[in-house]
Nanobody, 118 residues
Framework: QVQLGESGGGLVQAGGSLRLSCAAS????????MGWVRQAPGKEGDFVAS????????SYAAPVKGRFTISRDNAKNTVYLQMNVLKPEDTAVYYC???????????WGQGTQVTVSS
């Protein structure tokens, strides 16, 4: 059983920065791609960013490209999301997830709230 736990969320003013972390249990963290998904109140979840197993391939949603950076440290079983130049529309619960063998995200964390004030 894989467990994912996010941290680093909070309240920040527009233009500020936050760094989210997601720690994973287990010894196979480096075998899987990871991603971040966010869900704003009353909306469905939206893809934010993903990173390959080695960290060499990264993908971003258009609204965050150039502002957010995804990274991972396989030795620490952790994936990060550095968020800069935050905007009020970035307000959401942010979830990290593991991309399983099927290509779908199969394990999710509990989420961390990010609130950006204007």
């Amino acid at each position: 059983q894989v467990q994912l736990g996010e941290s680093g969320g909070g309240l920040v003013q527009a233009g500020g920065s936050l760094r989210l972390s997601c720690a994973a249990s287990g010894r196979t963290f480096g075998d899987y791609a990871m991603g971040w998904v966010r869900q704003a109140p009353g909306k469905e979840g939206d893809f934010v960013a993903s990173i390959s197993r080695s960290g060499s391939i990264k993908s971003y949603a258009a609204p965050v490209k150039g502002r957010f950076t995804i990274s991972r440290d396989n030795a620490k079983n952790t994936v990060y999301l550095q968020m800069n130049v935050l905007k009020p529309e970035d307000t959401a619960v942010y979830y990290c997830a593991r991309r399983g063998p099927s290509g779908q995200y199969d394990y999710w964390g509990q989420g961390t709230q990010v609130t950006v004030s204007s």
